[in-house]
């Protein structure tokens, strides 16, 4: 009419892509926008039983509260606004870091594109990181690729790995629990998930028994290609035994995996008897029958362990006896994105090139980080002490990484009015918690768990004072919860 037509629109739910329909990540899933829709109705004046939304639903460590690196801002600033340099208010080593890193980048500049791969001065400074940290184990800067924090490595492995239709689709190997990122991309790339439970009754460790028996039932139905491990653990906070790993690799030879190690946890470590073992340092370790033959590629990331910058999304991935001809196409892959954020490059290498003793910021740096490793291992220990106080909750001791995962008893009338809402039992007593208390957790539903048992998710990095009042709350909670079910 009038020139004017109307039509359907050409993208709608039903002619979208639909592996995208099916991506879930429950990190930042409904609770979590219930959550920033209660903060938005606090600061509009509507009454609540609290007066702030307490977020522990995610590992951002500076939204809560723990301080950046001194030496790590103060490179990033020079980086940023080169005329600092001229000032007289930084030491002598930031300055020369940050000169060096300006020399690297086009222009002199952080705000130009890198090589896709990463700046050529970072990944050298990676691979001779990984070298000390692994004993020796040479590292080539070639097999090392600077990404957008630890996901962006982990979906561009995921896209060489994925290929097929029907029985012949790609089945990838993922813990349950397990970090939603990876049942995301495996949605969205139509992949298979294959999984693999974690023993809660041993500390949440990895069980050969149950890799065999995953992997035999999948291969009824697809072509199982990878197994990811993450270690520490992201949701379950364990960590790996050395005796453990050397299996997981055995197995991943014999049934030809290729493996993902995901180890953006390997400085948080608190557990008495654990220690960070590097897959790649055991692979070696295991002789040349599995270290020139077994694929890996591992990862790392600025955004966890002391460091804790999520924002700046810098990250590294190493790939170990890669095809030549597919590591030419991961090559072409990454160039199709440019580059990974400089500035987060930038901050990758200040984590793996750190101050060193008789430099002018070695003794803050060590002080700094040292405390912020020690304060997070109290918390893990208090976390776990304060949550088995409480009748109908059972939490694992936080061996490492950043979450606790208790274990909850809900009572059944609970479970059925979760149900008939729809709504998974765990999600249905977290809402709750919400609305009653303000506290954000994320249920254990969305990570994956055996059937009957429920959990929930909860970081251990909010200050101490309010991490006290966090676990006071769910204390009275869940006692109030079960008797109102009960």
Known sequence: ?????????????????????????????????????????????????????????????????????TFF????????YPELLNENMFPEDAKNRARRILQACGGGSVGAYSASQGIDCVRQDVARYIERRDGGVPCDPDNVYLTTGASDGIVT??????CGEGASRTGVMISIPQYPLYSAALAELGAVQVNYYLNEEKCWSMDLSELESSL?????????????????????????????????????????????????????????GCQFHSFKKVLFELGPEYSDNVELASF?????????????RGGYMEVINMDAEVQAQLSKLVSVRL??????????????????????????????????????????????QILNTVPGITCNPVQGAMYSFPNISLPEKSIKEAKALGQAP???????????????????????????????????????DKLKILLAKVKEFHQKFTQQYS
């Open 157 to 162: 492995m995921l896209k060489l790995l994925v």
């Open 426 to 464: 765990d999600m249905f007593y977290c809402m709750k918690l919400l609305e009653e208390t303000g506290i954000c957790l994320v249920p254990g539903s969305g990570f994956g768990q055996k059937d009957g048992t429920y959990h929930f998710r909860m970081t251990i990095l909010p200050p101490t």
């Open 339 to 384: 580059c990974p954020p400089v500035p987060g490059q930038a901050l990758m290498d200040l984590v793996v090139n750190s101050p060193q003793p008789g430099e002018p910021s070695h003794i803050t740096f060590m002080k700094e980080r040292t405390a912020t490793l020690s304060l997070l291992a109290e918390k893990a220990k208090l976390t776990e």
């Open 73 to 80: 801002r103060q490179v990033l600033a020079l980086c940023s």
């Open 216 to 272: 035999a039932e999948a291969r009824k139905h697809c072509n199982p290609k990878a197994l990811c491990i993450i270690n520490p653990g992201n949701p379950t906070g364990q960590v790996q035994s050395r005796q453990c790993i050397e299996g997981v690799i055995r197995f991943a030879a014999k049934e030809r995996l290729f493996l993902m190690a995901d180890e953006v946890y390997q400085d948080n470590v608190y557990a008495e």
């Open 300 to 312: 790392h990331s600025t955004s966890k362990c002391y460091m804790g910058e999520c924002g700046f």
């Open 1 to 69: 009419m009038n020139g004017v037509f109307s039509r359907d629109k050409v993208l709608t739910i039903d002619t979208m892509n639909p592996t995208v329909k099916n991506v879930e990540y429950a990190v930042r899933g409904p609770i979590v926008q219930r959550a920033m829709q209660i903060e938005k109705e606090l600061r509009e004046g509507v009454k609540k039983p609290f007066t702030e939304v307490i977020k522990a639903n995610i590992g951002d460590a500076h939204a809560m509260g723990q301080q950046p690196i």
